[in-house]
Structure formats: structure tokens, C-alpha cells
């Protein structure tokens, strides 16, 4: 873990190496100081020679200038070192982030990835700046200070000794059941920070649903485990000011005990007690400091384990050696496919497939409708194309060659999606538009809305296609939002062309419209029609018909109603009852 989060540091590596530089200077300086204050008071002041005032004076004063001066720049090195190590383990996350595939983000929950990105970079950065500075200063004047009282007097420097075995053991007690506590709390911070996401962006149905109340409860809830859980923690942390206090305070005693009798017996000074008593507060103090470090050190590395599993996620899809960087055509081959999805979190497959001996072979420019149950495998039969995943047996081809063989980004731009799930981001529609080809005029854009029927509402905008989008879409229709989004994938001008469910919220009207653009305006592009409704794919060429991850059939929709049972069904209640073919009809009712 360590190892993966210094590799961040990259640019900062100087400033970071600055930074214990300085405090150690700063260090040094402040120990010299009580060595030079009892000088003042033995050949000073006792010996009433103001000369030697004066002159260990002056050296007092260029000692505590130099320790400022140090202390402040060791303090700026810290900042930029912290700030920019922080700033690099986002980056390298988010850029790894952008690497996965769909099968790495299935183990992440989305608030598990913000809260890694917030609020455990932040306490690792604070651990860091904190290791930067008080993990050298703290053991450094601690050595520094027990040595300087080894030299004023050895007998009575065991009292800091027999302190500082027994303040360690309290503290690495303390700590241990800390941490433990700590690997929770910010799997915790997870739940609550999903809790606020899912909430924000479902207001509406929260709102519809008159489910405020129920949403309260829900977050109290999260925000109460975690409150439990600090309270917890702290109360085992509570025990770390009063062993420290007993300790000092136990350590001054006896130094004023033991002090005072080596004075009588004139083994030591009256300086060199006072500069002992200075020593012992320094000594106590960076004892408290490197308690401070253990606390923030048990809570960064849970974030930094976190943070270590996003950084070294490996994507399950890379390009190859060689990569193919042409596609020839927009054929498609299923070769005896089977394909099952990962198990959350770990790298083990689920056992059961999801898709099973698929074998279809898909001409250049052909129009395929598919339809079938809610999760028959429909979606994931399409994602297998543009390899958004990686099949379990058996292979894709695209233009006659495995899909494995391609350059991702090259078979990516030539496969154009239009997800289930229609997104888009704040900006423009032109700037939304733009996503599907980044160098498209107005014109081109205004072109493809025109093919995806979504010039019509926008003509209407007060502001046409410099309106604004704002996040997730929210000021357009779910028709709307779905009319841009096939604009966008045509921009591509893809060699394939996938619609997943993708007019769902279009009236049929518009519907057919569309379909009926894409006879014209793309008729060398082939085109999967995933849709609910028979009306959206019955000018197919060919509809493939999915249940339970298998092809039950295949064919024009004629051949299909004479052949396949689960088609005519389909029809049937399309067309006679609910439209809902979820609950397909018994088997008793074919006729029509």
C-alpha cells in the first residue's frame, strides 16, 4: 500500500525532501537553546560576569531566528508537498478510473469511489503533511533532547527513560483497538455518501412519492452509525491526554526531587536543572506530538488501503500488443459466445451464465430488431460488441475480426451505443452533441438531430442549440434527452449503430419517424434495435428473440409469428391486452 501512494509523489519529491531538512534545522536549534540558557545562568548570571549575558544573549537570539526561519520554511515545503501529493492521488485515481471496464466498476459502488476521492485523500494528505513535519520533528527532539540530558547528568536522565517505556506501551494499546474502528467508520462514510447521492438525484421521486420522511430516516441513520462509531474511537483516543499528563507531570516531580538533592550534593547545577526542566517539557512534547501522528496514522491507513485498491486496479480489458486499427466493415459474428458478469469486489465469476451458446451471424447494413423479458439478456448481448465486456467463451467479430484484436478506441468510435440509461452533461447541446465528434460544425449537429427527430424541440429553445443542459439533463424530457442522445452516437458515423431501449419515451409516431430517417440517411450502417415494442422493430430485417440468455428465435416478423411461440405471445399481448410482454399470456391464447 505504502509503496503505491509514495509513487504519487512524483513531482513533489523535492519539496518533500525539503521539508524534513528544515524541520531537523528548526530542531537542532531549539535543543541548543536550554544547553545555552544554562550557560547564562552558571557563567552569567551566578558568576555575575555581564559580559558572558550578553554574549550567550546574542547567540540565544541568532539560535531562536535561525529555528523561526527553518520552522516557516519547513511549514511552506509541507503545504506544497501535501497539497500536491493530494492533488496526484485524485488524478491517478480518476485516470485509472477512466481505464476500467465495466467490470471493474461493477466492484465499486459510486459512492465508494467519491468517498475515496474526498474524504480519504484528505486524510491521507493530512497524515502525510503531519509525517512531513511532526514525524521528524517529534522523534528527532525527543533523541536530540534525551541526549542532551545523558550529558548534563546520566542518573537523572533514567526518569525520562522508565516515562517513555511506559507511555509507549499505553499508547500502542490505544492505538491498536483505534484502528480497528477506523476501517469501519470510513466504509460507513460510504453508506452515507450513497445515501445523499441516491436522494439528491431522485428528488423528484422522493417528492412524488411523498417519501421525505422515509429519506430522513434513511440518512439519520447512516449519520448515526457513524456518530457511534467516532464516539467509540474517541473514548479509546480519551485515554491518550491523561497518560500523557500523568507522565509529564510524574517526570517533573522527579526531576524536582532527585534535582534538588544532586544540587545539595553538588553534582549539579542550578542551570543545568533549569535545562533539564526544558528538556523534560520538549521531551513530553514530542511524546504528545507522535500521539498526535498515531491517531491521524490509524486513520489514514484505512483511507490509504482504500485509496491503494483504486490506484492498483488493474482494467480486465487492455489493448493488444498489435492492435487493429481499421475496421472493414459492419459485420457482426457470435461465435458460440457464453458470458457470465463478475461478483462485486472480488475476481471471481458468478456461476451461473448469462448468456449461453449464442451463434449469430449479422451482415454489413442489415437492421436486427431484438426483444425479449426484462433480463433475458438483451442488453448484454449488445455490450459484448463495442467489448464492453470481455466474453467468457467462444468470440465476437466485428468486420471479420475479434473484437479483442481492435484498438478499443478504434472499435469504440466505430460501435455507437445509445445506452438503457441516457445521460447527459452540463453545457450546451451543442457541447452535448459534440461528445459523438468533437470537431462537428453546427451544421453536421443540426443534420443529426434532424435524423433523430430532435431538431423539431429544439428549434423551439429561445436560444436553439446554444440552450443549456444542465446536469444529468433535468430541464429536457426523457423523450427529449433520449432524441439528443442517438444525435450524439450518429455524429459518430459508426459502422454499427445500437439502440438500447433507446425510444422507450418516444411516442410512436416519432418512433417511426426515426427509424425510418436511418433507412435514408445511414443504409450502410447495421443497426440493433433493442426495444420493448413490436411497432419499433417490425421493420427489421430480421428480430432475434431472447429468453433466459438463449436465442429462442430468429427471423422476419412473418417467419416469427408462424414459428416462435414467446413472439407471437409477445404480439398477442402488444397488440390485444396490457403491452406488457414481462407476463407473457398462456400459452391457450395463440390465436388472434
Same mark, same amino acid.
Given at each position: 500500500?505504502?509503496?503505491?501512494?509514495l509513487?504519487?509523489?512524483?513531482?513533489?519529491?523535492?519539496?518533500?525532501?525539503l521539508?524534513?531538512?528544515?524541520?531537523?534545522?528548526e530542531?537542532?536549534?531549539e535543543?541548543?537553546?536550554?544547553?545555552v540558557?544554562?550557560?547564562?545562568?552558571?557563567?552569567g548570571?551566578?558568576?555575575?560576569?555581564?559580559?558572558?549575558?550578553?554574549?550567550?544573549?546574542?547567540?540565544?537570539?541568532?539560535?531562536?531566528?535561525?529555528?523561526?526561519?527553518?520552522?516557516?520554511?519547513a511549514?511552506?515545503?509541507?503545504?506544497?508537498?501535501s497539497?500536491?501529493?493530494?492533488c496526484?492521488?485524485?488524478?491517478?485515481?480518476?485516470?485509472?478510473?477512466q481505464?476500467f471496464?465495466?467490470?471493474?466498476?461493477?466492484?465499486y459502488?459510486?459512492?465508494?469511489?467519491v468517498?475515496?476521492?474526498?474524504?480519504?485523500?484528505?486524510?491521507?494528505?493530512?497524515?502525510?503533511?503531519?509525517?512531513?513535519?511532526?514525524?521528524?520533528?517529534?522523534?528527532?527532539?525527543?533523541?536530540?533532547?534525551?541526549?542532551?540530558?545523558? +550529558?548534563?547528568?546520566?542518573?537523572?536522565?533514567?526518569?525520562?527513560?522508565?516515562a517513555?517505556?511506559l507511555?509507549?506501551?499505553i499508547? &500502542?494499546?490505544?492505538?491498536?483497538?483505534?484502528?480497528?474502528?477506523?476501517?469501519?467508520?470510513?466504509?460507513?462514510?460510504?453508506?452515507l455518501?450513497?445515501?445523499?447521492?441516491?436522494?439528491?438525484?431522485?428528488?423528484?421521486?422522493?417528492?412524488?412519492? +411523498?417519501?421525505?420522511?422515509?429519506?430522513?430516516?434513511?440518512?439519520?441513520k447512516?449519520?448515526?452509525?457513524?456518530y457511534r462509531?467516532?464516539?467509540?474511537?474517541?473514548r479509546?483516543l480519551?485515554?491518550?491526554?491523561?497518560?500523557?499528563?500523568?507522565?509529564?507531570?510524574?517526570?517533573?516531580?522527579?526531576?524536582?526531587?532527585?534535582?534538588?538533592r544532586?544540587?545539595?550534593a553538588?553534582?549539579?547545577t542550578?542551570?543545568?536543572l533549569?535545562?533539564?526542566?526544558?528538556?523534560?517539557?520538549g521531551?513530553?512534547?514530542?511524546?504528545?506530538?507522535?500521539?498526535?501522528?498515531?491517531?491521524?496514522l490509524?486513520m489514514?491507513?484505512?483511507s &490509504?488501503r482504500?485509496i491503494?485498491q483504486?490506484l492498483?486496479?488493474?482494467?480486465?480489458m487492455?489493448?493488444?500488443?498489435l492492435?487493429?486499427?481499421?475496421?472493414?466493415?459492419?459485420?457482426?459474428?457470435?461465435?458460440?459466445?457464453?458470458?457470465?458478469?463478475?461478483?462485486?469486489?472480488t475476481?471471481?465469476?458468478?456461476?451461473?451464465?448469462?448468456?449461453?451458446?449464442?451463434?449469430l451471424?449479422?451482415?454489413?447494413?442489415e437492421?436486427?430488431g431484438?426483444i425479449?423479458?426484462?433480463?433475458?439478456?438483451?442488453?448484454?448481448l449488445?455490450?459484448?460488441?463495442?467489448r464492453?465486456y470481455?466474453?467468457?467463451?467462444?468470440?465476437?467479430?466485428v &468486420?471479420?475480426?475479434?473484437?479483442?484484436?481492435?484498438?478499443?478506441?478504434t472499435?469504440?468510435?466505430?460501435?455507437a451505443?445509445v445506452l438503457?440509461?441516457?445521460?447527459?452533461f452540463?453545457?450546451?447541446?451543442?457541447?452535448?452533441?459534440?461528445w459523438?465528434n468533437?470537431?462537428?460544425?453546427?451544421e453536421?449537429c443540426?443534420n443529426?438531430?434532424?435524423q433523430?427527430?430532435a431538431?423539431?424541440?429544439?428549434?423551439?429553445?429561445?436560444?436553439?442549440?446554444?440552450?443549456?443542459i444542465?446536469?444529468? &439533463?433535468?430541464?429536457?424530457?426523457g423523450?427529449?434527452k433520449?432524441?439528443?442522445?442517438?444525435a450524439?452516437?450518429?455524429?459518430k458515423?459508426?459502422?454499427?449503430? $445500437?439502440?438500447?431501449?433507446s425510444?422507450?419515451a418516444?411516442?410512436?409516431?416519432?418512433?417511426?419517424?426515426?427509424?425510418k430517417?436511418?433507412?435514408a440517411?445511414?443504409p450502410?450502417?447495421?443497426?440493433?434495435? $433493442?426495444?420493448q415494442?413490436?411497432?419499433?422493430?417490425?421493420?427489421?430485417d430480421?428480430?432475434?428473440?431472447m429468453?433466459?440468455?438463449?436465442?429462442?428465435?430468429?427471423?422476419?416478423?412473418?417467419?416469427?409469428?408462424?414459428?416462435?411461440?414467446?413472439?407471437k405471445?409477445?404480439?398477442?399481448?402488444?397488440?390485444?391486452?396490457?403491452?406488457?410482454f414481462?407476463?407473457?399470456?398462456?400459452?391457450?391464447?395463440?390465436g388472434?
Amino acid at each position: 500500500m505504502v509503496s503505491i501512494l509514495l509513487k504519487q509523489i512524483r513531482q513533489y519529491k523535492k519539496v518533500s525532501l525539503l521539508t524534513p531538512l528544515f524541520t531537523a534545522l528548526e530542531v537542532l536549534m531549539e535543543v541548543l537553546i536550554p544547553f545555552v540558557t544554562a550557560k547564562i545562568i552558571d557563567q552569567g548570571i551566578e558568576a555575575g560576569s555581564i559580559t558572558n549575558v550578553y554574549q550567550y544573549g546574542i547567540l540565544m537570539l541568532v539560535l531562536a531566528g535561525l529555528s523561526l526561519l527553518s520552522g516557516i520554511l519547513a511549514g511552506i515545503f509541507a503545504a506544497r508537498a501535501s497539497a500536491g501529493f493530494a492533488c496526484n492521488l485524485r488524478d491517478g485515481m480518476y485516470e485509472n478510473i477512466q481505464r476500467f471496464s465495466f467490470s471493474n466498476i461493477d466492484k465499486y459502488s459510486t459512492a465508494g469511489l467519491v468517498t475515496r476521492m474526498t474524504t480519504d485523500v484528505t486524510n491521507v494528505q493530512n497524515a502525510f503533511q503531519m509525517t512531513l513535519r511532526i514525524a521528524v520533528r517529534a522523534p528527532l527532539m525527543l533523541v536530540c533532547s534525551m541526549c542532551m540530558c545523558v +550529558v548534563i547528568n546520566a542518573r537523572l536522565s533514567l526518569i525520562f527513560f522508565a516515562a517513555i517505556l511506559l507511555l509507549a506501551a499505553i499508547l &500502542g494499546l490505544v492505538i491498536h483497538r483505534a484502528t480497528r474502528i477506523f476501517d469501519v467508520v470510513f466504509r460507513k462514510y460510504d453508506d452515507l455518501n450513497a445515501s445523499v447521492q441516491e436522494n439528491v438525484s431522485a428528488v423528484r421521486v422522493v417528492k412524488a412519492f +411523498v417519501r421525505e420522511s422515509y429519506e430522513n430516516e434513511k440518512f439519520e441513520k447512516a449519520a448515526q452509525n457513524l456518530y457511534r462509531l467516532f464516539v467509540k474511537a474517541e473514548r479509546i483516543l480519551a485515554f491518550n491526554n491523561p497518560a500523557m499528563m500523568l507522565v509529564v507531570y510524574g517526570c517533573i516531580l522527579g526531576l524536582s526531587w532527585f534535582g534538588a538533592r544532586f544540587i545539595v550534593a553538588g553534582s549539579l547545577t542550578t542551570g543545568q536543572l533549569t535545562s533539564m526542566f526544558s528538556y523534560v517539557m520538549g521531551i513530553m512534547m514530542s511524546l504528545m506530538m507522535l500521539s498526535m501522528i498515531f491517531v491521524m496514522l490509524s486513520m489514514s491507513t484505512a483511507s &490509504g488501503r482504500r485509496i491503494a485498491q483504486v490506484l492498483s486496479e488493474q482494467p480486465d480489458m487492455e489493448n493488444p500488443g498489435l492492435p487493429v486499427k481499421e475496421i472493414a466493415d459492419g459485420s457482426i459474428d457470435f461465435n458460440h459466445v457464453s458470458f457470465r458478469y463478475k461478483k462485486t469486489q472480488t475476481e471471481e465469476e458468478s456461476g451461473e451464465n448469462t448468456l449461453s451458446g449464442i451463434d449469430l451471424h449479422i451482415s454489413s447494413g442489415e437492421t436486427i430488431g431484438i426483444i425479449g423479458g426484462t433480463g433475458c439478456g438483451k442488453s448484454s448481448l449488445v455490450n459484448l460488441i463495442s467489448r464492453l465486456y470481455d466474453v467468457t467463451e467462444g468470440s465476437v467479430c466485428v &468486420g471479420g475480426r475479434d473484437v479483442r484484436e481492435y484498438d478499443m478506441d478504434t472499435l469504440r468510435d466505430q460501435v455507437a451505443v445509445v445506452l438503457q440509461k441516457n445521460v447527459l452533461f452540463s453545457g450546451t447541446i451543442l457541447d452535448n452533441l459534440r461528445w459523438g465528434n468533437e470537431h462537428a460544425t453546427e451544421e453536421e449537429c443540426m443534420n443529426a438531430c434532424i435524423q433523430a427527430c430532435a431538431d423539431e424541440f429544439i428549434s423551439r429553445f429561445p436560444k436553439g442549440y446554444h440552450t443549456y443542459i444542465e446536469q444529468g &439533463g433535468t430541464n429536457v424530457s426523457g423523450g427529449q434527452k433520449q432524441r439528443l442522445c442517438i444525435a450524439r452516437a450518429l455524429l459518430k458515423h459508426p459502422k454499427i449503430l $445500437i439502440l438500447d431501449d433507446s425510444t422507450s419515451a418516444v411516442d410512436t409516431a416519432t418512433d417511426a419517424k426515426i427509424r425510418k430517417a436511418f433507412t435514408a440517411a445511414i443504409p450502410g450502417t447495421t443497426k440493433l434495435i $433493442i426495444a420493448q415494442r413490436i411497432s419499433s422493430v417490425q421493420d427489421a430485417d430480421r428480430i432475434i428473440v431472447m429468453d433466459d440468455g438463449k436465442i429462442n428465435g430468429i427471423g422476419t416478423p412473418e417467419e416469427l409469428m408462424e414459428s416462435n411461440r414467446i413472439f407471437k405471445e409477445i404480439y398477442d399481448t402488444q397488440m390485444n391486452g396490457s403491452g406488457d410482454f414481462d407476463q407473457p399470456v398462456t400459452s391457450g391464447k395463440e390465436g388472434v
